[in-house]
């Protein structure tokens, strides 16, 4: 009666979800402060004043037809010049309005590009560990996706296990730098020999580069991949650099050197009409054009990625040391992830298994969370450590 | 190289936007003054101060967190009862917040509908004249749309052909009342037979009620189709009641009469998710809650259309007499509606071939401009037709 796997999607319970779930039933049970709870890539810093100021300053003095009424698809073409020169600004590119589709958010401006490149038998492939929707967007465009396996000593690229998944079906690849979950950012040197390999194939490979967490670096340069490569699209969205995440906003840039940008640029739109995004929020597409270029203060949650870090070390954990966005990703104390991050609940520490990201034995503790909560978990980490040491 | 599907749905011009496109050229050539644009459906009265004033306070006063950070998918929980209440205080319904699901706008929520409900094989039923993204939108989610001919005395429903397409293949029925194009409301009488073949059928239909027009009816009552049958969806968008088109945000009514609610409301989710509708703007459903029953004054469309209508009388078109959303949709003086629209350009009179919409021989007039701009464009449409009686 209605579509399975509809129904599927839309029910079967997220692992992130029944821990989250947990943690409400817990903290009604032992107290909110009694609760670690390091599940979601939810950002805790506030949306900055200049956001809010921005806002407020449009409502009050715009036309409301202008700030209100249906924007051309591809989003308000003052906002695209003004985002295009912003991205020029920083990176040493020349893009021009024309090469920014602006979107409802990272999640659209990566399913538009699938949609719009997907052909039958097409294959896209990324690298463990990785966001899990990605999955999910890629089957349901009608591709399938395939996963190079995880390189846990420093989260860069296993190219070996690469350049067995490349083939005369790949159409895209998609990496996500900063990373969520390892935190790692993809160096210069893992950019440049992966778009060297995918310059030595046959075929046009796509390069979809999922950037939420670009802003969020600590001390180490996220590449601008379409220095690197013609065939990149960057997709962004203001939801952790603004703390934005629920109005939905971010954008896709196609560069004119793509293989064929009328058409890239075309089937972009027909993706975004059949997803009905009919356009991104205007009111918020005014906004971050307003706030381009601002800078934000990340010192939070570089401070609590140290202090998470060092107190994991100092447990006796093995970890990757955070470059960016706002997750890390230990070892587990047992091979088991799963095992392990129920025995940490016995802790109220409630983690993700690396599992759910395609690396098992490995787990996600989301710091974007109370530098007070960071602080009080730190002894029940080491509790934890110290059972598995017997 | 990209998908041929979506590169033509992309960059096929539409009929309006070819229409637009000529306007823009022309007024740049004898003066905006001087164009008669009745090709869009823009809402032209402005924002409401009240929903201006709600957006500020909400900014003002509010954390940012709870403004701007994710909501679960249906909706924030708070705004889905308050939406559920002002719901039930006017149409004597028991809804509560988890039989409504937040959207960004009403093509998101039809959308979502047919690709939670589209199984292989399915057929979907509307009736000319119909607003052409149906058959996009039906086609994306992989069922079919068949079209029941229009009955241009009223533009209610031909029962007769319909009881020709329904099936055992029929999933459900989509109808759009107060109407686009023709602004017409379905009476009573017209859901009640409606409804009552519905349920004649051997299986579950749905019956999808596309209502962005609702608050805009001229002293003619639009019936609430949950009373009167259980399978109904009701999708809103607040785009033309409180103009806010470019903001998508709007909403899906699940009833629990529906056969099997959780069925439904899951695969609405899931329907959701692969959309890539992570959730409805999370400003603007704080601003909505704040509005919620507020009424809107539609005097200027209710002027406006008897201004255009009476003209259009006098100079001896046939039309039906509006009775909501601000559109007239007159026969044209030639079979040919296409030629007849070509002919009215020579006098800048820009208006949309009824073929579009699935009604060949009429035209859309969009009255939602300026009361001058009707004004001036009388004498025009009556040297238009004085042509045509030679």
Redesign the interface.
Known sequence: ???????????KKSTIRTIFEFGRKRAAEVGEENIFDFSLG?P?V??PDFV?DA??DI??NC???A?????VAPGNPNVRETLAKSINARFGTKFAGKNIFIT??A??AI??CF?????PGDEFITFAPYFPEYK??VE?VGAALKVVKPRPEDWQIDFDDFQKLLSDKTKAVIINSPNNPSGAIYSKETITKLTDMLKAQGQ?IFLICDEPYRELAYAVDVPWVTNFYKNALVCYSYSKSF??????IGYIVVPDEV??F??????????????????A?????LVVAKCAGKAVDITPYERNGKLLYDGLIAAGFECVKPQGAFYLFPKALEADDYAFCERAKKFDLLLVPGADFGAPGYFRAAYCIKTETIECSLPLFKKLADEYRG
């Open positions: 009666m209605v579509s399975a796997k509809m129904y599927e999607l839309g029910t939810n805790n506030p949306t809010r806002a407020i409502l009050q036309e409301p037809a700030v209100h009424g249906y924007t409802s958010g999640a659209a399913t538009i949609k719009a490149l997907a052909e999910v967007f349901s046009d703390s934005l995440p629920g109005e939905r293989a064929d009328d058409k890239i640029f075309g089937a972009v739109a027909g993706a975004a009409r059949v997803l009905t995004h009919v356009n929020p205007s009111l918020w597409q």
